[in-house]
């Protein structure tokens, strides 16, 4: 069972972000406020969920939540600052968007940096422990899933619609045979000798 506050504050926000690991598409985050009677039985880190089970709580939690935000940070500025700054970038921005600003922070994973002064945690596997961590967890994902189904249709030889740019062997071998795109983190290590790619379909 999720515990449903870390900090006894009553506006505390959770936040998580997808696609950190991707070659391709924004790294995405959310950031929720979650009201004190809220329950929800089978929500839980988003990793654990179906596809199919994500879509039917995204707007539940939309609905119940006091306020939520998305933010997407694109590959450009993904490979200026890196992935880990714009997974951090990402939640502050969904963060400071938030109305009632929260009162505390609950962040998934170890890294974070303050964002106008309000505390925060960090707590591993944050997303499989509190709830308002799994509401973010479920609205980043499937608000990037449905970002790289977008680009799917722009660029259907990756086949972003099923791996989401992730570095699977299909996808790798696409960007093998046609290069990369505006969508491709271009300081990830995009194949695995790195020797060759194609800049010309940027």
């Not at 506050?5 to 997808?18: I, K, M």
């Not at 039985?41 to 119940?64: A, C, F, G, Y």
């Amino acid at each position: 069972m999720l515990a449903l506050n870390f900090s006894g504050h009553c506006y505390e926000t959770g936040t998580d972000e997808a696609g950190r690991g991707c070659l391709a598409g924004p790294v995405t985050a959310a950031a929720v406020i979650l009201p004190e009677d809220f329950s929800m039985d089978n929500l839980n880190d988003s990793k654990q969920l179906t596809e199919k089970l994500r879509e039917q709580l995204r707007p539940i939690i939309q609905e119940k939540a006091l306020c939520y935000h998305i933010t997407n940070i694109e590959p450009d500025i993904i490979d200026e600052i890196n992935i880990l700054n714009a997974s951090i970038k990402a939640m502050q921005e969904c963060i400071t968007k938030l109305s009632p600003a929260p009162q505390y922070i609950i962040v998934d994973g170890n890294r974070f940096k303050p964002v106008n002064n309000i505390p925060y945690s960090c707590i591993i596997k944050g997303d499989s422990k509190y709830l308002s961590i799994a509401a973010a967890s479920v609205l980043a994902k499937t608000y990037r899933d449905e970002y790289m189904n977008r680009i799917h249709e722009e660029y259907p030889m990756y086949n972003w619609k099923k791996n989401k740019g992730y570095p699977t062997l299909e996808h790798r071998e696409a960007i093998r045979k046609y290069g990369i795109t505006k969508y491709h983190r271009k300081s990830f290590r995009l194949l695995p000798e790195q020797l060759e790619i194609n800049f010309d379909m940027l």
